[in-house]
């Protein structure tokens, strides 16, 4: 582990919080700068951020409820480790929230939704940066959970944040053209009033992402090594 951290110039904004601090620790765990069982080094964090201790400790309790990290009394919190189940949990449940939330905004204002969402698709275009197809992404799947007016969909999609910080597709370049095809694939069946394509939909590109973050996790060497000895 370095000795020091450096902070990109997006996580030195006025605007940072013990959010922009999680998802800059989140950050270093996929980068490998912190391996599991490693402390977080708090003062360094800080440092690297420009902030007080304070927002990195709300930040650890977020990510300790978020199953990154362990808190443990006088001694700090550890990075985890994470398995396959606990992935294919995370992106089981955003399938169900998204495919809800669109059911509630369908019902609510379909006309305006599909029209938001098609207009986002259209930026969304094969041309578009990574960065920008990224908010796009985001955007996209935000309108949806927006449009449900619920106070609870939201509490519970904020809940199960993001696992990877900042843009998906700079971690995997590959997820972008299968977000775009599920993108299509939502608008399309939302026409239709095919609620049932609309959940089908989002169960793929969950699975596939899920598999994406797998495959990023295990080579980031956050996956415990299971033993190869014979039973």
């Known amino acids: 582990m370095p000795n020091s951290f450096?902070?990109?110039?997006?996580?030195?904004?006025?605007?940072?919080?013990?959010?922009?601090?999680a998802?800059?620790?989140?950050?270093?765990?996929?980068?490998?700068q912190l391996s599991p069982g490693t402390r977080v080094p708090q003062d360094e964090v800080a440092s690297a951020l420009r902030v007080s201790r304070n927002p990195i400790r709300e930040a650890?309790?977020?990510?300790?409820?978020?199953g990154w990290v362990t808190i443990e009394n006088n001694r700090g919190a550890f990075v985890n480790t994470f398995d396959e189940d606990t992935i294919g949990d995370h992106f089981e449940i955003c399938a169900f929230i998204h495919t809800l939330a669109f059911k509630r905004g369908a019902a609510k204002s379909g006309v305006k939704l599909l029209a938001d969402l098609e207009a986002i698709l259209g930026?969304?275009?094969?041309?578009?940066?990574?960065?920008?197809a990224g908010r796009l992404a985001v955007e996209f799947h935000n309108r949806v959970i927006v449009s449900a007016e619920s106070?609870?969909?939201?509490?519970?999609?904020?809940?199960?944040?993001?696992?990877v910080p900042g843009n998906f597709f700079d971690y995997v370049p590959s997820a972008r053209n299968v977000e775009r095809e599920a993108m299509l694939a939502i608008v399309r069946a939302g026409k239709n009033n095919d609620l049932v394509e609309v959940s089908?939909?989002?169960?793929?590109?969950?699975?596939?992402?899920?598999?994406?973050?797998?495959?990023?996790?295990?080579?980031?060497?956050?996956?415990?090594?299971?033993?190869?000895?014979?039973?």
């Open 23 to 32: 998802n800059y620790i989140r950050r270093l765990i996929l980068d490998g």
């Open 60 to 66: 650890l309790i977020a990510l300790n409820a978020q």
């Open 151 to 163: 106070s609870r969909i939201i509490a519970v999609q904020r809940a199960n944040s993001t696992l």
């Open 200 to 231: 089908q939909a989002y169960d793929r590109l969950m699975k596939r992402l899920a598999k994406d973050v797998v495959k990023l996790f295990r080579n980031s060497g956050l996956f415990e090594e299971k033993s190869s000895n014979a039973a």
């Open 6 to 21: 450096s902070a990109p110039q997006s996580e030195l904004s006025p605007q940072s919080s013990h959010q922009r601090a």
């Open 123 to 132: 930026e969304f275009t094969p041309r578009a940066d990574i960065a920008l």
